[in-house]
């Protein structure tokens, strides 16, 4: 069974930084697309950024620059480096695996998430 657990979410203030972490059990983790996505009160979730088996990344225009994904396939674990954080960067944060191409921070059906992790910047 898939099971994602996301963590690492917390209060800031603006322009400080956070790093979140997602594990990954019951599944080939290497071989699967993973991203992270965030919804905020009121508003759809959206896509944050993604990494593919061979570690080539997509990123949200809003993100680029000041966010990094990354991850450990040894530790079955996806990292999302935040920094400079923003007001508008407070959502709830999760994490999503699934075994298609392309790979792309865009949602896809099928795909299994994590609980999320709540991150809130205040300015």
């Known amino acids: 069974q898939v099971q994602l657990v996301d963590s690492g979410g917390g209060s800031v203030q603006s322009g400080g930084s956070l790093r979140l972490s997602c594990v990954a059990f019951?599944?080939?983790?290497?071989?699967?697309?993973m991203a992270w996505f965030r919804q905020a009160p009121g508003k759809a979730r959206e896509g944050v950024a993604s990494?593919?088996?061979?570690?080539?990344?997509t990123y949200q225009d809003s993100v680029r620059g000041r966010f990094t994904v990354s991850r450990d396939n040894a530790k079955n674990t996806l990292y999302l480096q935040m920094n400079d954080l923003r007001p508008e960067d407070t959502a709830m944060y999760y994490c999503?695996?699934?075994?298609?191409?392309?790979?792309?921070?865009?949602?896809?059906?099928?795909?299994?998430w994590g609980r999320g992790t709540q991150v809130t910047v205040s300015s």
């Open positions: 999503a695996a699934h075994p298609f191409h392309p790979c792309s921070h865009v949602e896809r059906r099928n795909s299994h």
């Open positions: 019951g599944y080939t983790y290497a071989t699967y697309c």
């Open positions: 990494m593919d088996a061979n570690g080539d990344t």
